[in-house]
């Protein structure tokens, strides 16, 4: 089932998510849902936040990067309950885009490896490095779970240069071709 993408604006997207249990029989139908929704916005990572749920999850699929990128040949996975335990190398700068903030690409610095220690969806316990284009995603999906976007990383001047966009995003007048959650926002009288 398809879901609906949360907007900039919606509070959930600001919350430190929570664990989710090891028996939990909803997780998978949650995982297959987001996958859905994935590849329904042609997105290459959704966190669980942006649709909806305030649970450690997030998926990636990486494979339309492959002509770009060689490493990432038939990357797809799910991390559970993923926690960063270091991060290292370089910073570097590429430009990001989020299916939570549409029509908004900038260039974000970010250090070059990460060190995650996750599930995966045989509950299998994992800990592993990603560096370039990899530990790039993994940063910003990761970021998701601690309510952090992507343009929280920008130049206070490039934040007051997106102000109006960012506030149009949340007000529903993006233009995207799939459905997204908006927040309530109290009218002015
Ligand atoms: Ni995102």
């Given at each position: 089932?398809?879901?609906?993408?949360t907007?900039?604006?919606?509070?959930?997207?600001r919350?430190v998510?929570r664990?989710?249990?090891?028996?939990?029989?909803d997780?998978?139908?949650?995982i297959?849902n987001?996958?859905?929704?994935m590849?329904?916005?042609?997105?290459?990572g959704?966190?669980?936040?942006?649709?909806?749920r305030s649970?450690?999850?997030?998926?990636v699929?990486?494979?339309?990067?492959?002509k770009?990128?060689?490493?990432?040949?038939g990357f797809k996975k799910?991390f559970?309950?993923p926690e960063?335990?270091?991060?290292g190398?370089?910073?570097?700068?590429?430009d990001?885009?989020?299916?939570s903030?549409p029509?908004?690409?900038?260039?974000v610095?970010?250090?070059d490896?990460?060190?995650?220690?996750y599930y995966?969806?045989?509950?299998?316990?994992?800990?592993?490095?990603?560096s370039?284009?990899l530990g790039r995603i993994?940063q910003h999906?990761?970021?998701?779970?601690?309510?952090?976007?992507?343009t929280?990383h920008?130049?206070p001047?490039?934040?007051?240069?997106?102000?109006?966009?960012?506030?149009?995003?949340?007000?529903?007048k993006a233009e995207v071709?799939y459905r997204?959650?908006?927040?309530q926002?109290?009218?002015?009288?």
């Amino acid at each position: 089932m398809k879901m609906p993408v949360t907007a900039y604006g919606h509070p959930i997207l600001r919350k430190v998510a929570r664990p989710v249990d090891k028996g939990d029989p909803d997780v998978n139908e949650l995982i297959d849902n987001m996958f859905e929704t994935m590849y329904h916005t042609n997105g290459v990572g959704l966190a669980a936040p942006q649709v909806n749920r305030s649970v450690r999850i997030f998926l990636v699929d990486a494979t339309s990067y492959e002509k770009e990128y060689p490493e990432v040949k038939g990357f797809k996975k799910v991390f559970i309950n993923p926690e960063v335990i270091r991060r290292g190398g370089k910073d570097w700068k590429m430009d990001e885009g989020c299916l939570s903030v549409p029509g908004i690409n900038e260039a974000v610095q970010r250090p070059d490896e990460v060190t995650i220690h996750y599930y995966d969806q045989n509950w299998e316990a994992r800990e592993e490095t990603y560096s370039g284009i990899l530990g790039r995603i993994i940063q910003h999906e990761y970021d998701h779970l601690e309510g952090i976007l992507f343009t929280d990383h920008l130049s206070p001047l490039k934040k007051t240069l997106l102000r109006r966009k960012l506030r149009d995003i949340a007000h529903g007048k993006a233009e995207v071709d799939y459905r997204m959650l908006l927040p309530q926002i109290k009218k002015k009288q």
